[in-house]
C-alpha cells in the first residue's frame, strides 16, 4: 500500500468536513469531485461567489452534486464570523465594520470555518502564495495550546525497509522556520513526533540532528541542538528523543553502536529534526532525487486544526492527496 492509499484509507476512517477556500481555481473544483466521488470526507465544500462556482465548474464539465458551496457574500453566517474575526483582532486596531469587510475574504472565510467547527480542516494554495495562506492560518486558527510557532514536515518513503519505519521518515523542519531557536527546535520536534503517529502510523523515534554526535564536537550550532533537547525531553518526558546525532549515528545501527552506544533512538531513528531550514530543505531534496525516495509535503503541524498550504504548480491529484493527509490530521485529534 502506498502512502497517499494510506492516507485516503485514514480520510476514510476520520469521516470529517474539509473546506477548499479557493472555489474558483480549476483543479481545485477537479478535486474537489474526486474527494466527494471517492468518500474521502464526510462534506467538501468550495468557497466562492456561488453563482460563479456553478458556471465556472459547469464550463470544466464538473458536478457539484453533492458539494456544498460556502459564499461569504450572501452567507448567513457571515455576522457571526465577522463578530469573531473583530474580536480577534481588535488588539491590532480591528474595527466592527472592517472585519466585515476583510471576512469575505476566501482565506479567512475558510479558516474561520474550521475555527468555529463548520469544518474540520482547510486546503488552499493553488493560487494563493504560501504568505497569505499562512497569514490566515496563523490569524484565524492559530497554534494548538503550548506551542507558539507552527511548523511543517515532509513524509519521505523510500525502497530502503531497512531504515526508519519500514522505509519511511518524518523529516522536519524543511519549509517554514529558517533558522529555529532551541525553543522551536523542542516543538518542531514534539509537533513531528505527532506527526509521525499520524501518517507512519507507528510510535516516534526522533533524532535532532547536527554535525557532531554525543559531544564529538563543541560550539554554538551543537549547544543549540543540546538545549533542544533538554526542553523536549522536560515537556514529553515519554517521547523517545535523542541528540545530538550524526545522520549516520541516528539511522544506522552499525554507526550507533560505535558512536551512541546505549542510546534508545539511535541507529533507529524514524523522526529526523535538522537545526535548521537549510539543512531540512536540502536533506529532503538529496534523499528525493538521489534515493528515488517519494517526498509528501510540506505538511503543516503546530497548528490547533489542520490546515494545508499546496504547491502553485500542484496537480488534481496532488489536492486530492493533500487534502486525504489533512483529513488524517483532523481525524487524530478525535
Not at 474526486?34 to 464550463?59: C, F, M, P, Q, W
Not at 470544466?60 to 450572501?74: F, M, Q, R, Y
Not at 488552499?124 to 494548538?144: Q, W
Not at 506551542?147 to 524543511?174: H, L, P, Q, R, W
Request: charged share 25%; proline share 4%.
Amino acid at each position: 500500500m502506498t502512502f497517499a492509499e494510506k492516507m485516503k484509507g485514514l480520510a476514510k476512517e476520520a469521516h470529517k468536513n474539509l473546506v477548499l477556500a479557493e472555489g474558483l481555481e480549476p483543479r481545485t473544483v477537479k478535486a474537489a469531485r474526486k474527494i466527494a466521488d471517492e468518500g474521502l470526507a464526510a462534506s467538501v465544500t468550495l468557497v466562492g461567489d456561488e453563482k460563479k462556482v456553478r458556471e465556472n465548474a459547469a464550463s470544466l464539465g464538473v458536478s457539484l452534486e453533492g458539494i456544498l458551496i460556502s459564499d461569504p457574500a450572501t452567507s448567513d453566517k457571515k455576522e457571526e464570523f465577522a463578530n469573531e474575526y473583530y474580536e480577534m483582532r481588535k488588539h491590532k486596531g480591528m474595527t466592527p465594520e472592517q472585519a466585515l469587510v476583510d471576512i469575505v475574504d476566501e482565506l479567512r472565510w475558510g479558516a474561520m470555518m474550521v475555527h468555529l467547527g463548520y469544518a474540520d480542516a482547510m486546503v488552499a494554495g493553488a493560487e494563493s502564495t504560501t504568505a497569505n495562506v499562512l497569514r490566515a492560518a496563523f490569524t484565524i486558527i492559530k497554534c494548538k495550546p503550548g506551542i507558539k510557532s507552527a511548523s511543517s514536515c515532509f513524509v519521505m518513503a523510500t525502497d530502503k525497509k531497512e531504515f526508519g519505519y519500514n522505509g519511511e521518515f518524518i523529516f522536519a523542519d524543511c519549509a517554514t522556520i529558517p533558522n529555529p531557536t532551541a525553543e522551536q527546535l523542542a516543538e518542531i520536534a514534539e509537533e513531528s513526533a505527532a506527526s509521525c503517529r499520524t501518517f507512519l502510523c507507528t510510535e516516534p523515534k526522533v533524532a535532532l540532528l547536527s554535525y557532531s554526535t554525543k559531544g564529538s564536537a563543541k560550539g554554538e550550532l551543537i549547544d543549540k541542538v543540546t538545549t533542544a533537547l533538554s526542553l523536549v525531553k522536560e515537556k514529553c518526558p515519554d517521547l523517545a528523543v535523542d541528540g545530538e546525532l550524526q545522520l549516520d549515528a541516528a539511522i544506522v545501527p552499525e554507526v550507533a553502536a560505535l558512536k551512541a552506544k546505549g542510546s534508545a533512538v539511535a541507529g533507529h531513528a524514524n523522526t529526523l529534526i535538522f537545526p535548521d531550514l537549510q539543512a531540512g530543505n536540502i536533506g529532503y531534496k538529496l534523499v528525493q532525487r538521489l534515493a528515488g525516495a517519494e517526498a509528501y509535503g510540506p505538511i503543516l503541524q503546530g497548528f490547533a486544526k489542520p490546515v494545508s498550504d499546496l504547491s502553485r504548480g500542484c496537480s488534481v491529484d496532488d489536492i486530492v492527496v493533500t487534502s486525504a493527509i489533512t483529513l488524517a490530521q483532523a481525524g487524530s485529534l478525535n
